[in-house]
């Protein structure tokens, strides 16, 4: 399996900005991070894939997430901009091989995670 390793969380003001890292082993093809926010179920944030020719975002983000890699570093990156308190939560990035069916932010696509960073939003 794929490890992984995030970095990058910590606590910010709404309205700032953080970016998270996520260091693997090794690239596969979909990368993604996901987050779990207190007493709500796990969500997928954003994926990049395919070549990283497409990447595909939760409504909840798009437009203030973009989520990139560099192959060179067998890296993933999230940046989030225009951060608001229901960002708060912990953020897991996954690497995964294929969609097996419900798409590139379905949990079910990835076998791999990491063990999370924390990323609190106060307002």
């Known amino acids: 399996q794929v490890q992984l390793v995030e970095a990058g969380g910590g606590s910010v003001q709404a309205g700032g900005s953080l970016r998270l890292s996520c260091r693997c082993t090794?690239?596969?093809?979909?990368m993604a991070w996901f987050r779990r926010a207190p007493g709500k179920e796990r969500e997928g944030v954003a994926a990049?894939?395919?070549?990283?020719?497409?990447?595909y975002y939760a409504n909840t983000v798009k437009g203030r997430f973009t989520i990139s890699r560099d192959n060179a570093k067998n890296t993933v990156y999230l940046a989030m901009n225009n951060l608001n308190p229901e960002d708060t939560g912990m953020y897991y990035c996954a690497a995964g091989l294929a969609d097996i069916g419900g798409g590139p932010l379905a949990a079910r696509t990835y076998t791999s995670w990491g063990q999370g960073t924390q990323v609190t939003v106060s307002s």
């Open positions: 090794y690239a596969t093809n979909y």
């Open positions: 990049i894939y395919g070549g990283d020719v497409y990447t």
